[in-house]
């Protein structure tokens, strides 16, 4: 009697084990999957405009000063990401290039057009007069840095296919390559609200 006792609150056990965890999984599966199905998206560098248009709208388009959950972001900010786009646009470079650009600009200068840096380092991306990027006016206008930025990657082995950090890293030569990385879906979004991917999705 008891060992059939136990062994049926064992089934019982193990079936509630079991319901709890498909439970787990689908709540995950509806908290995560938009932010999951832009990641993978980016990492694939494939456009924004490929996805479902109501599955990437979940994140909402950017605004100023509204807590993203990739950052929260000044109109000086959003007006240096659109910068640097426009130019990726203007060479004619992919989208992510300007993925590249934004997420090693976050990295550099937080979206910032700095007049100071490290040594004589100026600018979004805290290029240096004194390593060939140009003088001090130069790089402190926002187009010339940003296209001095893409000439440069357009040159990198692969740049196209090679993961975020490495192509950013082939350009700036930071001691903290890996940095870069941890901007890859920041700047992707970014790229996704400046681009006009977003249009007509709800502002976050």
Not at 149 to 165: C, D, E, G, R, S
Request: glycine share 8%; aromatic share 10%.
């Amino acid at each position: 009697m008891l060992a059939r006792l136990a062994g049926a609150c064992a089934a019982a056990l193990l079936m509630l084990v079991v319901l709890l965890a498909a439970a787990g999984a689908a709540v995950a599966e509806i908290l995560f999957a938009p932010v999951t199905l832009v990641g993978q998206a980016l990492d694939a560098h494939v456009d924004p405009k490929q996805l479902d248009a109501a599955q990437f709208c979940v994140l909402g388009k950017i605004t100023p000063g509204k807590a993203t959950g990739y950052g929260t972001y000044t109109r000086e900010q959003l007006a240096n990401a659109t910068t640097i786009y426009q130019v990726s646009v203007t060479l004619g470079l992919p989208r992510y290039a300007a993925q590249i650009a934004i997420a090693t600009a976050i990295q550099e200068s937080s979206l910032y057009n700095l007049s100071y840096g490290d040594r004589d380092s100026l600018g979004l991306f805290q290029q240096r007069p004194s390593q060939g990027w140009g003088t001090p006016a130069q790089i402190m206008d926002p187009v010339y840095s940003s296209t001095k930025f893409y000439k440069a990657l357009i040159k990198v082995p692969n740049w196209q296919t090679i993961p975020l950090w490495q192509a950013a890293q082939a350009v700036q030569r930071s001691a903290f390559p890996y940095a870069y990385a941890q901007h890859s879906y920041a700047a992707g979004y970014l790229v996704a609200t400046v681009s006009g991917a977003l249009a007509g999705c709800p502002s976050r």
